[in-house]
C-alpha cells in the first residue's frame, strides 16, 4: 500500500497515524542503591497470578505470564497493547510443550507506569532483566509489531547466549520513520497526528485503530469482530498514558538496522501484505536481507493485527519453525 493511500486512509478515521489495571508503581528510596531483579511469584510459574512480578533496578514492576513447560518461547507485545495480546499463540504452543511467557512491558498491561524509562534501550534491558531473573536458556524471542524492535534492540545489546532463535511478527524493524535513506518509510506527520489523537482523546484513538487498519476492518467486504476491537481498546486504556504517548516516538524513530546485523540464531520473519501500519516494503522485506539466517513468510491479504486475524496459520508457522 502506497503512503498516500494510508495516509488518506488514517485521516478519514480522523486520526493521522499508527499503531491491562496497572500495578502501582514501586519507587526506590532516595539515597538507596537499587536492589538487584527480584520476583514476587507465589507460588512459582503461575501465569495468571496477579503476584506474578519482577522488580527491576530502577523500581519497575514487570508483570508476566509463564505458561506450561519445556523450551522457552518468550514473547514481547506491540503498542499500546500487553501480554494479553499473546493468548492464543501461547495457549497453543504451551499446550503443545512449550514454556511460553510473556511480560507486560513497562507501562503497559499490568506492570507500573514510570515517568521515565520509556526508550528502546531500556525495554531491551527490562527484557534480559525477565530472561535472568527467570532463568530462561535456549529461548525462542518472538517480538510482534513494537515488540519486534524490543527483541532487535535486546540482540543488539545483550547478543543471543540465552536464545536459540527468533521471531519478528508485524515488526517495526529496522525503522519506520520516512528518512533520505529510508525512502519508503511513513513520514513524521503520521505520527504527530497520533501524538495529537492520543493527547486530545486516546481511547477514540484506540478505537479507530481497531476499528480501521490495525486488523483490516476498513477493507471492503471485511467483517469487523466487536472482540478484537473492544480487546484492543481495553488493553490500550490499561496502559498509562505518559508511557503509551512516549511509546510513538520510540516504535517511529528508533534505527534499528545495526542490532539485526547483530542476529545470528535462526529468524522467522512474518508480515502480511496488506500491512497499513508497519508497510511491508520499509519493515520485513528490509529485515529479511538485514538478518544473517532469515526466512521471511508473507501472508496474503493480511493486516498489521494478524496473530488475531490469521492466528491459526500463525500458530502453526511459529510451531513448525519451533520444531526445525
Same mark, same amino acid.
Given at each position: 500500500m502506497s503512503t498516500v493511500n494510508l495516509r488518506r486512509n488514517l485521516l478519514l478515521m480522523g486520526v493521522t497515524g499508527l499503531a491491562a489495571a496497572c500495578a502501582p508503581k514501586l519507587t526506590t528510596p532516595p539515597g538507596t542503591a537499587p536492589s538487584a531483579p527480584t520476583t514476587t511469584t507465589?507460588? $512459582?510459574?503461575?501465569?495468571?497470578? +496477579?503476584?506474578?512480578?519482577?522488580?527491576?533496578?530502577d523500581g519497575t514492576s514487570l508483570y508476566y505470564k509463564d505458561w506450561g513447560s519445556g523450551k522457552p518461547v518468550v514473547f514481547s507485545h506491540g503498542w499500546p497493547l500487553s501480554s494479553d495480546s499473546w493468548e492464543a499463540q501461547m495457549l497453543f504452543?504451551?499446550?503443545?510443550?512449550?514454556?511460553?511467557?510473556?511480560?507486560?512491558?513497562?507501562?503497559?498491561?499490568? *506492570?507500573?507506569? $514510570?515517568?521515565?524509562?520509556?526508550? +528502546?534501550? /531500556?525495554?531491551?534491558?527490562?527484557?534480559? /532483566?525477565?530472561?535472568?531473573?527467570?532463568? %530462561?536458556?535456549?529461548?525462542?524471542? %518472538?517480538?510482534? !509489531? /513494537?515488540?519486534?524492535?524490543? %527483541?532487535?534492540?535486546?540482540?543488539?545489546?545483550h547478543g543471543t547466549k540465552r536464545l536459540a532463535k527468533a521471531a519478528l511478527i508485524s515488526a517495526i524493524p529496522p525503522l +519506520?520513520?520516512? /528518512?533520505? !535513506?529510508n525512502p519508503n518509510g511513513t513520514p513524521m506527520e503520521v505520527f504527530d497526528g497520533l501524538r495529537a489523537g492520543s493527547i486530545a482523546d486516546r481511547s477514540k484513538l484506540y478505537r479507530d485503530l481497531a476499528s480501521g487498519p490495525f486488523f483490516?476492518?476498513?477493507?471492503?467486504?471485511?467483517? $469487523?469482530?466487536?472482540g478484537m476491537i473492544d *480487546?484492543?481498546?481495553?488493553?490500550? +486504556?490499561?496502559?498509562?498514558?505518559?508511557?503509551?504517548?512516549?511509546?510513538?516516538?520510540v516504535f517511529s524513530e528508533t534505527d534499528l538496522t545495526e542490532d539485526?546485523?547483530?542476529?545470528?540464531? $535462526?529468524?522467522?520473519? %512474518?508480515?502480511?501484505?496488506?500491512?497499513?501500519i508497519v508497510p511491508?516494503?520499509? !519493515?520485513?522485506?528490509?529485515?529479511?536481507?538485514?538478518?544473517?539466517?532469515?526466512t521471511l513468510k508473507v501472508y496474503k491479504g493480511a493486516p498489521h493485527g494478524l496473530a488475531d486475524t490469521h492466528k491459526s496459520q500463525l500458530n502453526e508457522d511459529l510451531l513448525a519453525f519451533l520444531r526445525a
Open positions: 507465589d507460588p $512459582p510459574r503461575q501465569g495468571n497470578k +496477579m503476584t506474578n512480578t519482577i522488580v527491576t533496578k504452543l504451551a499446550e503443545r510443550g512449550y514454556r511460553c511467557i510473556a511480560h507486560d512491558r513497562r507501562g503497559h498491561g499490568r *506492570s507500573s507506569q $514510570p515517568w521515565h524509562g520509556n526508550d +528502546m534501550n /531500556t525495554y531491551a534491558d527490562d527484557l534480559a /532483566t525477565v530472561l535472568e531473573t527467570l532463568g %530462561v536458556e535456549g529461548a525462542t524471542l %518472538v517480538g510482534f !509489531s /513494537t515488540g519486534g524492535g524490543e %527483541v532487535a534492540r535486546y540482540i543488539g545489546r +519506520m520513520l520516512k /528518512t533520505a !535513506s483490516g476492518f476498513n477493507r471492503p467486504g471485511a467483517k $469487523p469482530s466487536q *480487546s484492543f481498546w481495553l488493553q490500550g +486504556m490499561q496502559a498509562g498514558h505518559k508511557n503509551t504517548y512516549d511509546c510513538i516516538k539485526l546485523k547483530k542476529f545470528d540464531v $535462526p529468524t522467522l520473519v %512474518v508480515h502480511g501484505d496488506d500491512d497499513q511491508i516494503a520499509a !519493515s520485513a522485506q528490509l529485515s529479511a536481507k538485514l538478518v544473517k539466517n532469515a
